[in-house]
């Protein structure tokens, strides 16, 4: 552990403004464009979003891995009350791994192929506690097992081929566990698995929140994830949170109409849908080419001049929920009835 | 239903994909990916074969297109049996069965523009008169929801949800009566995959096209079938409509399949049936029933004997699952083995 | 593992024959009477024939081919005809002159290779960069001749420059001909070892590039582990797989690019003696030359694969 423990702090995490660009000779792709959100001691956050939303880079931006042409422009990143950006190298270091650990999508490519399951686990606990080759074994041995994998002691010395998806997605929960994080960020950790096996690992990971009292970042596009483990959830699109509210709020009342339109465009495995699927028209717009008013306004049914013309702010309302969208404002030049919960239904 | 026409009627279909080893790279064993397998596909509607990776739903699809040339059974398209034909007799019926991939872009020529991309498969069917291909072009756009006005772009210059409707025109260019589906809206954002399959269904409605529909997502398989296989390990376990098969299971791993997946209802109860471990190897599969390595209620007999697809009391016509035990787990009677 | 090895070396006997066959055959494919090349032209008849006798040339192809291979088996690769002296003699006087050469080529190919290879991939896009790529791309585009001589008049010679200028003047550091000392070996070897070195290097480059890129790279580094770590345990032993086959190839084609290197610098090795003998039309020298090193390459090849299989235990499935 580094550093003296900041006990004053409720958030494990907290988002202020961040901003990671990427740079091509000319053109600044703004992937993460003033996101702010928090994250409550021992709470699992969701968020939400498809691809080109900046889920991604914003989970990658909290650890510092933004490579080159990507920067970190502005903003501050809070853990326990610390900003890591002003972190230096080395202490960001000591950070990975031990205080915010990290699985990803691809269990198949995220582990390393010439290394034995054992060495992965051990590097961690041998650069963070210090600990000599046979203890760290040992200890690789009881992740093993804290994973739900079976005969650890034979896995130990596997290599990554001969494990299964859902075998090494539970090596990676160990390895990003071994060190007793206070912060696990998973970025989609089940998106390339099985149903089944799906349904393991996400237990598995509720089970381990509980026991080991960690915040858990949640990178996902599965509303059906979002709604079985976590207690809020950011939903994101273009680089912006459009909405962040507690779990609940956010299935029975959803207010975005971005987010009215994700929910009712997917459909249910629970649940019938007659005639056609609501669809949100259009597509994600580029970067280069992104609307200057809300970033949503070219595909949303409600838009109005207002909207296509100036971004609105994340507000924040008495409960503590935040939206970003005209309706809910004063400003509102549209309908003043208008409900978000009936959008066409088109092919186009 | 049964009063339909059949299009599409499977027959002991088994596919398996030799592996080689041993001393001198000789045939070791089998991937036995799908084996012995049958069902009917009627004309105008929607088949579903759902499963997890490695159950051989894909290899089911490319099979019926002799993509891979199956190892054994029958696969009979409009009463004639397409693998005993020679390849300029199978030319011929390959302009009724088309297939949409999940990556459209791994199945296009990067390099050909959109209107050559669609000519090509019709001058390969000459299934349209020279003169006429270019307004067909046109009017496929327009009828996958793309402008004709980028009839001359490159696939690249296309987003994802795009080119899979290129991949759709492209299949419809020659105007099949089967389109075979693997995967063909897994890899779009949600929001556009919602576009995309309304856009399939309307289609479906115009053209009055047969679906065999290869997905893993079951919410889509609910929205857009008639009728669903349920496929583990290289067989099936259930077959039913779809209101069967989401409100009157009967086999476990239906029932496990459908608990394990995330419900966006906060209020619905959930009865989770955790299954344990892994899927087997396809090489060594099981013996019996394959699912009993992981059924809660496996007993003896489902280790030793292959359990056959049949109809019971309380199943509606043409539903039919392979579990020995079905009955009883119905009834109650036959509780899971508690061994967690 | 044992497995494989074995399996891999019975591999190469089909191998072996082809190459047997092919050296045989060399003495057949010459124009003309192989008996009467020998003798050389205006040779008496009653020489040729003596010849003919001598080499077997009378039985049939199938019973010469047959006593050519059983007593190349036994180390009996004919007697030269310019120096009379047993053929495995002359090369194995030579043998280890062009494995040291090669060996030591290698070395610093895959020394200088590796090391130029990452440092460019580290600061991909940066003029360090840039320049190492010209550099690399300079050492595969010049003729190793040419490099030797260059090197010969440079450092050997030396060059007369004007007096202000520091550094290259009376640079005659090494010996330009001949093989044994330190002096003697560091020409060639670097002649022979650059157009490797620069292959290596990009190989390495791109190799490292890819690795640098994937899913496993991130999460070592979302582990916290340092930089230098990342790039040569995590990186590098990944990156290695494919440049050890490009190593492979490479030392095979050392063995060819060190008839050039060793006429250049007056090495008496194998390519030394290939080429003298071919001027010489001594042919059994000529076929066991070949002989030899193409054994050479095939058990370079075996170690390759071999060392591949280590590092990629992924291939180890069936």
């Known amino acids: 552990m580094t550093g003296a423990p900041n006990p004053s702090y409720d958030n494990i995490l907290e988002i202020k403004n961040l901003q990671t660009s990427f740079f091509t000779k000319d053109l600044e792709v703004k992937a993460v464009d003033g996101v702010s959100f928090n994250i409550p001691k021992g709470k699992v956050l969701g968020v939400v979003g498809e691809s080109g939303s900046g889920k991604s880079i914003t989970s990658l931006s909290i650890l510092r891995l933004i490579e080159e042409p990507g920067k970190i422009k502005g903003g501050e990143i809070l853990f326990k009350g610390e900003n890591l950006l002003d972190k230096s190298e080395a202490q960001m270091r000591k950070i990975r791994g031990n205080e915010i650990s990290m699985i990803f999508q691809e269990p198949m490519t995220s582990l390393n192929p010439t290394f034995t399951v054992g060495q992965q686990i051990s590097e961690s606990f041998r650069i963070h506690e210090g600990l000599g080759k046979k203890e760290a074994k040992k200890k690789s041995i009881e992740m093993l097992k804290l994973v739900g994998i079976p005969s650890p002691e034979k896995r130990i010395n596997q290599y990554p081929f001969e494990l299964s998806g859902g075998m090494r997605q539970r090596v990676m929960i160990a390895i990003a566990l071994a060190c007793n994080p206070d912060l696990l960020i998973a970025d989609e950790p089940t998106t390339a698995l099985d149903v089944t096996i799906q349904a393991q690992i996400l237990d598995l990971m509720k089970e381990l929140q509980e026991k080991l009292d960690m915040g858990i970042l949640l990178i996902t596009h599965d509303l059906g994830v979002v709604a079985e483990t976590c207690d809020y959830v950011a939903v994101m699109y273009c680089g912006k949170v459009v909405e962040f509210t507690d779990k609940k709020t956010l299935f029975t009342e959803p207010k975005h109409p971005y987010t009215v339109g994700l929910m009712q465009s997917v459909p249910q495995h629970d649940q019938d849908v007659d005639g056609d699927l609501a669809v949100i028209r259009g597509s994600v717009p580029s970067p280069a080419d992104m609307p200057q008013g809300c970033r949503f306004a070219p595909r949303c049914p409600f838009a109005t001049d207002l909207c296509r013309n100036k971004l609105p702010d994340l507000e924040t309302d008495e409960e503590g929920n935040q939206i970003r969208c005209w309706i809910y404002s004063d400003e509102w030049d549209g309908d003043p009835e208008v409900n978000v919960h009936e959008q066409s239904k088109s092919t186009s | ?340 | 593992m044992i497995q494989f090895i074995i399996r891999r070396i019975l591999q190469t006997i089909p191998v072996l024959i082809g190459v047997s066959i092919l050296v045989f055959s060399m003495m057949h494919l010459v124009p003309g009477d192989p008996a009467q090349v020998i003798a050389g032209e205006g040779a008496p008849q009653e020489q040729i024939e003596n010849i003919r006798e001598r080499l077997g040339l009378n039985d049939p192809l199938p019973t010469q081919y047959l006593n050519y291979v059983t007593s190349a088996v036994q180390g009996d690769l004919g007697t030269s005809m310019r120096s009379g002296r047993d053929v495995s003699a002359e090369i194995g006087a030579r043998f280890w002159v062009t494995v040291e050469l090669a060996i030591y080529s290698t070395i610093l190919a895959v020394f200088l290779g590796l090391i130029a290879g990452i440092i460019s991939a580290t600061r991909k896009y940066t003029a360090i960069d840039t320049t190492i790529m010209i550099v690399a791309l300079f050492g595969l585009s010049m003729p190793n001749f040419w490099l030797g001589l260059m090197l010969i008049q440079w450092f050997a010679i030396g060059i007369d420059l004007p007096s202000w200028v520091p550094f290259f003047n009376n640079t005659a550091w090494f010996s330009p001909s001949g093989w044994g000392s330190f002096s003697q070996i560091v020409l060639p070897v670097i002649t022979l070892g650059t157009g490797s070195a620069a292959i290596i290097a990009r190989m390495t480059r791109s190799s490292m590039l890819d690795v640098i890129g994937s899913d496993y790279i991130r999460t070592a580094r979302a582990k916290g582990v340092k930089e230098q770590i990342v790039i040569y345990r995590h990186a590098l032993k990944n990156a290695l797989i494919p440049i050890v086959t490009v190593v492979g190839l490479q030392f095979g084609g050392l063995l060819g690019g060190a008839v050039l290197t060793e006429s250049v610098f007056a090495v008496n090795g194998m390519g030394k003696l290939i080429i003298d003998s071919i001027q010489a039309r001594d042919f059994p020298v000529v076929q066991g030359t070949v002989l030899v090193a193409s054994l050479l390459f095939i058990l370079v090849n075996l170690i390759v694969d071999v060392a591949y299989r280590f590092l990629n235990k992924r291939i180890d499935l069936d």
């Open chain 2, 1 to 340: 239903m049964n009063n339909q026409k059949v299009l599409l009627k499977v027959d002991d279909l088994k596919q398996y994909f030799p592996i080689k080893g041993g001393f001198f790279g000789r045939t070791v064993n089998h991937v036995k990916a799908v084996d012995d397998i049958s069902f009917e596909v009627y004309e105008g509607e929607t088949l579903s074969i759902v499963g997890e990776s490695g159950c051989g739903k894909s290899t089911t699809g490319r099979a019926v297109l002799r993509l891979d040339e199956p190892t054994d059974g029958k696969v009979e398209f409009d009463g004639t049996n397409i693998l005993e034909l020679n390849k300029k007799e199978m030319n011929k019926f390959r302009k009724d069965m088309q297939i949409i991939f999940q990556d459209p872009y791994a199945s296009i020529n990067p390099r050909h523009t959109v209107r050559q991309i669609l000519t090509e498969a019709m001058e390969i069917q000459n299934a349209v008169p020279k003169h006429e291909r270019n307004d067909r072009v046109k009017e496929l756009m327009e009828t996958v929801g793309l402008g004709a006005h980028q009839i001359d772009r490159h696939p690249h210059e296309f987003s994802g949800g795009q080119r899979q409707r290129i991949g759709i025109a492209r299949a419809l260019s020659v105007d099949p009566k089967l389109i075979i589906a693997d995967e063909a809206v897994s890899a779009l954002d949600v929001s556009i995959q919602a576009q995309v399959i309304n856009l399939l269904k309307k289609l479906q409605r115009e053209f009055k096209l047969t679906y065999l529909f290869i997905s893993h997502d079951l919410g889509v398989v609910r929205h857009i079938s008639d009728r669903i296989i349920v496929m583990y390990l290289g067989k099936v376990v259930e077959i039913a409509d779809k209101k069967s098969l989401f409100t009157n299971n009967m086999h476990p791993y239906t029932k496990a399949l459908l608990s394990a997946i995330p419900s966006t209802d906060l209020e619905a109860k959930k009865e989770r049936i955790t299954l344990k471990g892994d899927v087997p190897s396809p090489i060594d599969p099981p013996e019996g029933c394959r699912f009993h390595t992981r059924c809660p209620f496996a007993t003896d007999i489902c280790r030793t004997k292959v359990p056959e697809l049949r109809n019971t009391e309380g199943m509606k016509d043409g539903h039919r699952a392979a579990c020995h035990h079905m009955e009883a787990i119905r009834s109650g009677e036959h509780q899971p083995t508690v061994n967690a």
